[in-house]
């Protein structure tokens, strides 16, 4: 199961080294593996050059690739590695991939900020993903009752003080994500970290 360039470009698959199924390699999580014995360094592009193992980013997956051999397996080596310690690296660095994406919508404008703001854009019927900071209050049933009516994926991220830092306030609860592309890929990201951090 050590990975190759071999396999066809055209919607290559990988083999989990969980649950040991097979699956587009997009839907997997790659991890680089370094040195003797091998450590391994989260890929979730897919970039990094040598050998490397794939495995869902999913608690569950994750645990059964580390308490259950499978990393080793894979890879026909000893592997060190700690199941929190990489699920913690993998989700910064979700975390850091959804402030990529939260800039460049900024960058483009493509932005409603703040709860007034989110509420004319959903009513508009413009927002592609309203995104929730866990911490807010105010109107957020309001809020995510006019995104449910219109079909609005919510997506909740960060904290108030957080992503207010990111757009230059002192706080931020809501803010409307106008841009499809960049809200279908911060909501898969954020799906992502959901499924890592729920209890296996
Ligand atoms: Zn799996």
Redesign the pocket.
């Known amino acids: 199961m050590v990975e190759t360039d071999t396999e066809a470009r055209e919607a290559p698959e990988r083999t989990?080294?969980?649950?040991?199924?097979r699956?587009a390699a997009h839907a997997?999580l790659r991890f680089a593996a370094h040195g003797e014995p091998v450590r391994l360094v989260p890929d979730p592009r897919r970039r990094l050059p040598g050998r490397g193992v794939s495995?869902?980013p999913?608690r569950?997956?994750l645990a059964?690739?580390v308490k259950g051999g499978g990393f080793a397996r894979s890879l026909r080596a000893k592997v060190v590695v700690d199941l929190d310690e990489l699920a913690g690296l993998v989700l910064s660095q979700y975390e850091a991939r959804i402030e990529g994406l939260l800039l460049a919508a900024l960058r483009k404008r493509a932005v409603a900020l703040g709860g007034d703001a989110a509420r004319a854009a959903l009513r508009e019927g413009a927002v592609a993903t309203l995104l929730l900071a866990r911490d807010g209050a105010g109107r957020r049933d309001e809020l995510v009752g006019l995104a449910a009516e219109r079909g609005v994926p919510v997506v909740e991220h960060g904290t108030k003080s957080k992503l207010g830092r990111l757009v230059g306030r002192d706080e931020l609860g809501v803010l409307a994500i106008l841009d499809e592309r960049i809200a279908s890929e911060l909501a898969a990201v954020a799906s992502r970290a959901a499924d890592l951090s729920e209890a296996e």
């Open positions: 989990c080294a969980g649950c040991r199924e699956d997997l495995v869902h999913r569950a997956c059964r690739a």
